[in-house]
């Protein structure tokens, strides 16, 4: 089994700025990406940022130019958000596609239970 950990979540202002970690544990050969997604109360789940196969981010439309992935590093992925608004308030997620074996090209996704995101002043 494959353990996601998210932490840096909290009450932010206005134009503030946060940096969310996500840390992967547990029986993992390799990890073939890492992202993030988040959901608002009363919303669906939002893709945030993800890696796309060519190596490059996907990221909303609506978070472009402010939030930030970045990682992998020892098993460890950031997102650092600035200038956040009312609007970016939500549990943010992290998930992962895991190998947990030498062989298995596709891995398997996994989630995090999510960090609660306040922007408010």
């Known amino acids: 089994q494959v353990q996601l950990v998210e932490s840096g979540g909290g009450l932010v202002q206005p134009g503030g700025s946060l940096r969310l970690s996500c840390v992967a544990s547990g029986s993992i050969f390799k990890i073939y990406s890492m992202g993030w997604y988040r959901q608002a109360p009363g919303k669906q789940l939002e893709l945030v940022a993800t890696p796309t196969s060519g190596g490059s981010t996907n990221y909303a439309d609506s978070v472009k130019g402010r939030l930030t992935i970045s990682g992998v590093y020892a098993n460890t992925v950031y997102l650092q958000m600035n200038g956040l608004k009312p609007e970016d308030t939500a549990a943010y997620y992290c998930?992962?596609?895991?190998?947990?074996?030498?062989?298995?090209?596709?891995?398997?996704?996994?989630w995090g239970k999510g960090t609660l995101v306040t922007v408010s002043s």
């Open positions: 998930t992962a596609r895991v190998a947990g074996v030498a062989g298995d090209s596709r891995g398997v996704p996994y």
